[in-house]
C-alpha cells in the first residue's frame, strides 16, 4: 500500500511533511497534528478496526491515523476540508484511493458539517477521527441526532469539552445530557498539548462513544419535547429547576410544581444535578409542554449555541 507502513511521528517528521508538500497548520481550521506516537497507537487501539469493517474519519490531516487505520484493513472514507491536504492525501495514498474492499480509502474533499455524514458509510460503521475543535458539538449532534448512526466513536476532543461530556449529575449541561441520552461515554486517556504540532493552548482527550439500539429512544415527537424542556432547562442552569421553567415555559407553575413532586425531583435542585432518566421522569409528568414564540425563539437561539 502506497504510503502507509508502520505508524511512526514526530514533530521534526510532520514539520519536514507539511515544508515539502508547500503546507502549514492553519489556525482558522484548528490544525493542530498529532506527534506522539503512543497516543496515536492507542487511538487505534481502542477503535479496534476491523478488516473490511467500515470507517468515517473526520479531517484526516496529513493520513497518520488513516495510515493506521487502513494498515488494520478498514475501508476509510475520510472528509477533508483543506485542499492542500486532500491533495496531500490524494497523492500519498494513489495505490489505494476509491479502491473496494479492506484496505481501502474514498477521500472526500469538502466541510464535513455539509456531509449527510450518517449516510456516507454503510451500516455498521464506526467513527474514528481527531476532531477539529471548534466543530466537535456540532458533528456529535450529526452523528448522534439522527439514525443510521455509528456503532462506536473514538475521538480526539478538547480535554473540557470531553469532560463536560462525560460528566456525571452535578456537573451536567445540555451537551451531556444530548450524548448520555443517545450514548454511554467514556473518556480513554488525557492527551497534553506536547502531543501535537504546533502546540495547542489546551489539553486534550480521547473519548470513547457507544450509541444505544435504534429502538431505545423516544418518539420523535417526544424527543422533541425533551430537548425543549432541557434547553428551557439549561438557559439558568444554576437556578433553582422549578423557577426556571416556571419562567422558561408556557405552563402554569402548579403544573410543574406537581410534574416535579410526581417525577420525585425536588423543586430546588439545579438543571445540572439532574440524570438523563430524570429528563424523561419529567417529560413524562409534565405532559404536552407546548411551545410560545419568545421559547421557540430562545430554543432556536441555545441550539445555536449548543452547536457551536
Known amino acids: 500500500m502506497s504510503g502507509s507502513g508502520p505508524v511512526r511521528v514526530d514533530p521534526a517528521r510532520i514539520q519536514r511533511t ?15 497534528f498529532l506527534v506522539d506516537v503512543d497516543v496515536l497507537e492507542a487511538i487505534l487501539a481502542e ?7 467500515g470507517v468515517l474519519e473526520i479531517g484526516p490531516g496529513l ?5 493506521g487505520l487502513l494498515e488494520a484493513g478498514a475501508e476509510v472514507t475520510a472528509v477533508e476540508l483543506d485542499a492542500g491536504l486532500a491533495a496531500f492525501l490524494r497523492q ?7 479502491q473496494a474492499g479492506p484496505g481501502s480509502l474514498r477521500l472526500i474533499e469538502g466541510d464535513a458539517l455539509d456531509q449527510a455524514l450518517t449516510r456516507l458509510v454503510p451500516q455498521p460503521y464506526d467513527v474514528v477521527a481527531n476532531l477539529p475543535y471548534h466543530i466537535t458539538s456540532p458533528i456529535l449532534h450529526r452523528l448522534l441526532g439522527q439514525p443510521p448512526r455509528p456503532r462506536r466513536l473514538v475521538l480526539m476532543v478538547q480535554r473540557e469539552v470531553a469532560e463536560r461530556i462525560a460528566a456525571r449529575p452535578g456537573g451536567l449541561s445540555y451537551l451531556s445530557v444530548f450524548v448520555q441520552y443517545h450514548a ?8 497534553p498539548p506536547s502531543a501535537f504540532e504546533p502546540v495547542p493552548a ?10 444505544f439500539a435504534e429502538d431505545d429512544r423516544l418518539a420523535p415527537d417526544a424527543e422533541d419535547a425533551l430537548w425543549r424542556l432541557v434547553q428551557a432547562a439549561f438557559r ?16 402554569p407553575g402548579e403544573r410543574i410544581t406537581a410534574a416535579l413532586a410526581e417525577a420525585g425531583i425536588a423543586p ?18 409534565l405532559g404536552p409542554i407546548g411551545s410560545d414564540e419568545r421559547g421557540r425563539r430562545a430554543d432556536r437561539a441555545a441550539d445555536r449555541a449548543a452547536r457551536s
Open 202 to 211: 489546551v489539553d486534550s482527550a480521547v473519548i470513547a462513544i457507544e450509541p
Open 63 to 67: 493520513g497518520f491515523l488513516t495510515a
Open 18 to 32: 507539511l515544508r515539502e508538500a508547500g503546507l502549514h497548520a492553519r489556525h482558522s481550521l484548528s490544525q493542530n
Open 92 to 98: 500519498r495514498f494513489a495505490a489505494v484511493l476509491g
Open 47 to 53: 477503535a479496534d478496526p476491523r478488516p473490511g469493517g
Open 268 to 285: 430546588d435542585r439545579r438543571p445540572q444535578t439532574l440524570a438523563v432518566g430524570e429528563w424523561l421522569r419529567l417529560l413524562e409528568t
Open 184 to 191: 454511554t461515554v467514556r473518556i480513554v486517556r488525557r492527551v
Open 236 to 251: 439558568e442552569r444554576r437556578k433553582m429547576i422549578h423557577n426556571v421553567l416556571a419562567r422558561q415555559l408556557p405552563l
